[in-house]
């Protein structure tokens, strides 16, 4: 954890914030995945460590013009990242913020396949701040419906809840969560959903302030174009989030002209076919969203793209 001195936020003020899930630098647009219908596993050692030295450049290129970085899948110690510890070098190109890593994937070994198998993996979200919070929380996230074997080599999802100081006793919460995927159903998505809810939902009731950058794993309301065509053995692929049952006057921001999220069958062909919208924010009904939109980057870095925010604090 690195940090700098608190800083206020006052009513009125603008924010911008960069959510990127950057799949631990492995998953240009030449890549597939065996657990998602493709048959690659790791991309070579040399493309590994060139494609993750170009996002690095992309993460740079924002530093001036955001204030919060929320990032996801970034490994410290990983097979599948050759032992580069991806936190220390974002941490370096983005001096002066502050820096807090939520581990919520470790697992000594994965033994799939077993002709190539997967190995140790730490990784986590990763959020980056050039104002000082107040504090960090991170707050784990349920998954009871993953068991024995599996549970062992699941990721266990969590919030981190960084709380800013502003003006007459409240504060500015920025949470930085990811919800699992791969699960029968949706069923542990949306009930991560609804605890990722409860929690905000009492924040924003004490007149606080409340953005959520998600990898929810789901759409957003609404959402008609570049929905992925096909599910995952079976099973239900992205489920829509209710906005009747979930964030009732709450703002989904996302653009909707601009997938941010590829399926890994296959390589990616440039088309929007197999794309679709997983990572957008949330917030509260005191905070006014000035823009969002997805930075197109044709997936050539990650099978996510990053979504970029701009807001007005009421």
């Given at each position: ?63 001036d013009s955001t204030d919060v970085f929320l990032l996801h899948k970034v490994d410290s110690a990983s097979k599948r990242a050759y032992g ?6 974002i941490q370096k190109r983005l001096k002066g913020f502050e820096s807090v890593y939520c581990p919520n994937f470790a697992v000594p070994y ?115 174009q570049y929905k992925i065509s096909y599910d995952y053995k079976g099973k239900v692929a992205f489920p829509e989030v209710d906005p009747e ?70």
């Amino acid at each position: 954890m690195r940090v700098v001195d608190p800083s206020s936020e006052k009513v009125g003020d603008t924010l911008s914030i960069l959510l990127w899930n950057i799949s631990n630098g492995g998953m240009p647009a030449e890549m597939d995945f065996f657990y998602s219908g493709g048959i690659r596993i790791h991309l070579e050692e040399g493309k590994g460590k060139a494609n993750f030295d170009a996002i690095l450049q992309e993460i740079e290129s924002y530093k001036d013009s955001t204030d919060v970085f929320l990032l996801h899948k970034v490994d410290s110690a990983s097979k599948r990242a050759y032992g580069v510890n991806q936190v220390q070098e974002i941490q370096k190109r983005l001096k002066g913020f502050e820096s807090v890593y939520c581990p919520n994937f470790a697992v000594p070994y994965i033994p799939v396949p077993l002709d190539q198998p997967i190995g140790k993996v730490y990784s986590g979200m990763l959020s980056m701040s050039s104002k000082g919070a107040l504090s960090h929380e991170r707050v784990p996230l349920n998954d009871k419906d993953f068991y024995w074997p599996k549970k062992l080599f699941t990721a266990k999802k969590c919030m981190d809840i960084a709380e800013y100081p502003m003006e007459e006793n409240r504060s500015l919460f920025i949470i930085n969560v990811h919800l699992n995927s791969y699960d029968y159903m949706g069923e542990i998505r949306l009930a991560q959903l609804q605890e990722v809810e409860t929690v905000t939902q009492k924040l924003y009731a004490a007149g606080n302030y409340v953005i959520i950058g998600g990898g929810w794993n789901m759409n957003p309301p609404h959402f008609q174009q570049y929905k992925i065509s096909y599910d995952y053995k079976g099973k239900v692929a992205f489920p829509e989030v209710d906005p009747e049952k979930h964030f009732k006057g709450w703002k989904f921001a996302y653009q909707n002209t601009i997938p941010t999220s590829r399926v890994l069958n296959e390589a990616y062909r440039h088309s929007a076919l197999n794309t679709t919208i997983k990572d957008f924010f949330i917030c509260s009904p005191n905070v006014s969203v000035l823009r969002v939109n997805t930075v197109s980057q044709q997936f050539e870095f990650s099978d996510h793209h990053p979504v970029y925010l701009s807001v007005f604090l009421k």
